[in-house]
């Protein structure tokens, strides 16, 4: 008769695939979570607002405002970016911006005594203590055919509204700098005053508009309008006009590969070849995965000290999401495997090496899968 000991090492090694199937579940339910989470936020579709919401749209083609529109046109240069934090969402640039009105505008301003300072906001700039705003001549210059142009001087830190981390840090960055009618009487629902680009707008960055890990892509100075979401006290809720500067960077992936994923890579690498390791050193085997799992949470920490609190998933992030599983699938499979050795008589030993070490090699495979599934799931989602 056989003893209990030896009837519950038989049944342990008659089971391989639990740990895999288990790791299976683990993987099938973690993709239904995300899928989940990526999905569209449920309930907002519902909420009945009693007004227009907040919009800023893009501008309908020049040809088919009405005549009797009053035109500013507007111009950019920035001459340089600097002091970005991802963290705060803000950076700082220095430049020049120049517009040039009619005289309808002009006799409007002198009208209502609106100052050339006062003709225009930078609607996401912050922190206006620390902040230059200023003409460059003390009063607008005259132009042929009753126009006047007047240059400022601005510098100023600007918060960024557009910035997204999907694919970070494989993603691009997108730094406006937004110009927009001041006056209430500028609105739609008096003069309707519109910002246009300047037909000689042109080198919108100078050479040190530059910023370190990133690459410029391109700039657009395109116009919009943007309707508030208050009526401020007032009887209607305001759309005014706005020229929005977008200077679009792209992550320099080499750079990006090398400082967070190369590190991740290597980390996964050792254990998915964990595995190979003979069935038979199961305190090495254990130490493995542990040790991954501490080295893949510092990696995550350090990454997110560089970045805000995101309501998703980068696309590291999910890369690590996916290794934590791996990390702690391997561990439940070499505990697996070591009391199954540890419990084998001396003479079955061989036999449970073999089994251990392909119930191994099917984990290897799918935990292989596993990982770059997610990864082009994550990349092209």
Not at 166 to 184: H, N
Not at 261 to 269: D, G, R
Not at 331 to 357: H, K, M, Q
């Amino acid at each position: 008769m056989p003893d209990n000991n030896t009837v519950k090492g038989n049944s342990r090694r008659e089971r391989p695939w639990i740990p895999v199937l288990a790791c299976l579940l683990v993987a099938a339910v973690t993709g239904l979570v995300w899928l989940r989470s990526s999905g569209p936020v449920s309930g907002h579709s519902h909420i009945d607002y009693g007004f227009e919401p907040e919009s800023v749209v893009p501008l309908g083609p020049i040809k088919d405002l009405p005549r009797d529109t009053m035109i500013i046109y507007a111009g950019i240069h920035v001459s340089k970016v600097y002091e970005l934090s991802l963290q705060s969402r803000t950076f700082s640039a220095d430049g020049f911006l120049w517009l040039e009105w009619p005289a309808s505008v002009q006799e409007q301003m002198i009208r209502e005594e609106i100052a050339p300072l006062n003709l225009f906001r930078l609607v996401n700039g912050i922190e206006s203590w620390d902040s230059t705003l200023e003409t460059v001549t003390s009063e607008p210059e005259p132009l042929p055919g009753g126009r006047f142009y007047q240059r400022y001087r601005f510098s100023s830190r600007f918060y960024d509204d557009q910035i997204g981390f999907k694919r970070d840090p494989f993603g691009s960055l997108s730094l406006p700098v937004i110009i927009e009618v001041a006056p209430a009487s500028m609105s739609n629902k008096y003069s309707d005053v519109h910002l246009i680009p300047h037909h000689h707008v042109n080198g919108f960055l100078g050479k040190s508009g530059s910023l370190s890990g990133y690459r410029l892509d391109r700039a657009t100075f395109e116009p919009y309008l943007h309707k508030y979401p208050s009526r401020f006290g007032s009887w209607y809720q305001p759309t005014f006009s706005q020229m929005r500067l977008e200077i679009q960077y792209r992550s320099d992936y080499w750079s990006a590969f090398v400082n967070w994923v190369l590190p991740l890579l290597i980390v996964m690498a050792v254990v998915l070849m964990a595995p190979s390791v003979a069935g038979s050193l199961g305190d090495v085997r254990i130490a493995i995965p542990s040790t991954a799992l501490l080295t893949l949470i510092f990696l995550q920490q350090a990454y997110h000290s560089g970045i805000p609190p995101l309501p998703y998933l980068t696309f590291l992030d999910e890369l690590f999401a996916c290794s934590y599983l791996i990390a702690m699938a391997l561990f439940v499979l070499f505990t697996w495997g070591t009391n199954v050795y540890a419990s084998t008589p001396e003479s079955e030993r061989a036999e449970a090496s073999r089994r251990i070490d392909r119930t191994d090699f099917i984990f290897q495979c799918c935990a292989l899968l596993f990982f770059a599934g997610t990864a082009l799931v994550a990349w092209f989602r």
